[in-house]
């Protein structure tokens, strides 16, 4: 029997980082927002509660997976190594994935519960997987959305490995199968190879709030399943939102998480009360992220000064009880004409606003770069360099320099390579929105 471990919530803390200060007549206020969760359970559990985490890997099996034969192997492999990496009572199933979608394990219609025995039973399982049939990623989405809704779990999550592009299914069938699962499962995607679609991996990512990451050497996915699955585990809260409450007459522009990575979040918004709105976060461990939050307030005169919003992290309450409040900050404003004071631009603002920047890029060039357009992709990739020198993104630029012969990087001065492999592309691609955090002095 699993000896459980009483789980300890994480303590959450919310710091605004901003220039309060605004010119007569300007009304955008700009914050980073960083919210950190400290102090979990996950470094000492070798077993969560029953009901603690639910689990549904997905495997594409379709035909391409044999073409080399070396992906279905390693698929099988790293699947393998993921179901090792489950915590006593986390509840989980396996699901093959082609032109439609079916349960490997346990093949039951409900979630099996791990222990010895049935991560043994799922690795045997998974020998029996082989190739073939086409690829229609909404019904795997569906199938783990329906296993999941039948968990009683916190931490809903899924694991989706593709190798192809989504051929055998409407891409608006996809979209409305993204919408109906979003806010009911996280989940993290991979493609494996060269042949996937970043747009679709990534997509399916971002509408789910998990990670995007490209594969391409078949060796390394037990690695990284691995590495995933022990992110899964040390999660503790679910369903966390950002809330955002504005005074009468200001307005959000925007929301975007800027790091780990950019995610834009604007259009996640659900009203919670007539001047406050909710925005998704997914599932917490320990670990620290930020916003960037721009608010848009009335107009003042000098010497002014207004709350522009109140920043909460919250978490659904108990039924028939508010949502709970774990942490908050203040964003200001306050007039002034002091020039000094209202030019001066925030550090973590302006190395945010960069990041931001600097993966619209990386995009913009590549798809130039895929249309021909060699002058547009030549300056859009160039001020990619610049900005990944400038503000310390090392891996980024290192990915970048696979792309184009840098010769000032200071200056954003590149050349484009005349040969690129596609792995080299794609993975730019993939980890462009991964930035780093502000150099702190």
């Known amino acids: ?34 919210v950190t969760s400290t102090g979990g359970a996950t470094a000492t559990r070798t077993a969560v509660a029953p009901g603690g985490a639910a689990v549904v890997i997905m495997v594409d099996c379709s035909g391409s997976m044999e073409y080399p034969p070396d992906k279905m192997r390693g698929a099988r492999e790293a699947t393998a190594a993921a179901v090792d ?26 979630l099996a519960i791990a222990d010895a025995t049935t991560r043994a039973q799922a690795k045997e399982a998974l020998r029996g997987l082989s190739s073939g049939g086409g690829t229609a990623i909404g019904t795997w989405l569906r199938l783990a959305d329906g296993l999941l809704r039948g968990s009683t779990a916190a931490i809903r999550h ?186 001066a631009i925030n550090p973590q603002v302006a190395h945010y606003t960069g990041q931001a920047e600097l993966a619209q890029a990386i995009q913009q060039g590549l798809e130039a770069r895929k249309l021909g357009d060699v002058g547009g992709a030549t300056a859009k990739l160039g001020r990619a360099v610049q900005l990944a020198s400038s503000s310390g993104n090392a891996d980024t630029a290192k990915l970048l320099a696979k792309v184009v012969d840098v010769v000032d990087a200071a200056a954003g001065t590149v050349r484009l390579k005349a040969k690129v492999a596609d792995a080299d592309e794609m993975t730019l691609e993939t980890r462009s929105t991964q930035t780093v955090r502000v150099r702190k002095s």
């Not at 200060?21 to 206020?29: C, I, M, N, T, Y």
């Not at 990496?85 to 093949?107: M, N, Q, S, W, Y």
């Open 1 to 34: 029997m699993a000896n459980f471990a009483k789980p300890s919530a994480p303590r959450f803390s919310v710091e605004v980082y901003q220039n309060e200060f605004l010119a007569e007549g300007s009304r955008d206020v700009h914050a980073i927002v960083t």
């Open 85 to 110: 990496t489950l915590r006593d009572g986390t509840a989980f199933a396996v699901i093959a994935g082609t032109h439609v979608a079916k349960e490997v394990f346990p093949r039951r219609g409900r």
């Open 158 to 343: 899924g694991i989706l490995l593709t190798d192809g592009r989504n051929e055998h299914e409407d891409p608006a069938v996809l979209r409305a199968t993204l919408d109906a699962c979003a806010g009911r499962f996280t989940c993290d995607a991979r493609g494996v190879g060269t042949d996937w679609e970043v747009k679709e991996v990534t997509g399916i990512a971002s509408a789910l709030l998990g990670t995007a990451d490209i594969v391409a050497d078949p060796a390394r996915l037990s690695e990284d399943f691995t590495h995933m699955m022990e992110k899964v585990m040390g999660k503790e809260v679910a369903d966390v939102s950002l809330r955002l409450w504005t005074p009468v007459g200001a307005e959000i522009l925007y929301v975007k998480q800027v790091a780990p990575a950019v995610q834009d979040l604007t259009a996640r918004r659900t009203e919670a009360s007539p001047r406050a709105g909710d925005y998704p976060t997914g599932s917490w461990g320990d670990e620290s992220r930020e916003y960037h939050v721009c608010v848009r307030v009335p107009g003042a005169a000098v010497g002014q000064e207004m709350l522009a919003a109140r920043a909460a992290l919250v978490m659904p309450g108990a039924p028939g009880e508010d949502p709970a409040v774990l942490a908050q900050g203040l964003v200001r404003a306050v007039w002034t004409d002091d020039l000094a004071a209202s030019t």
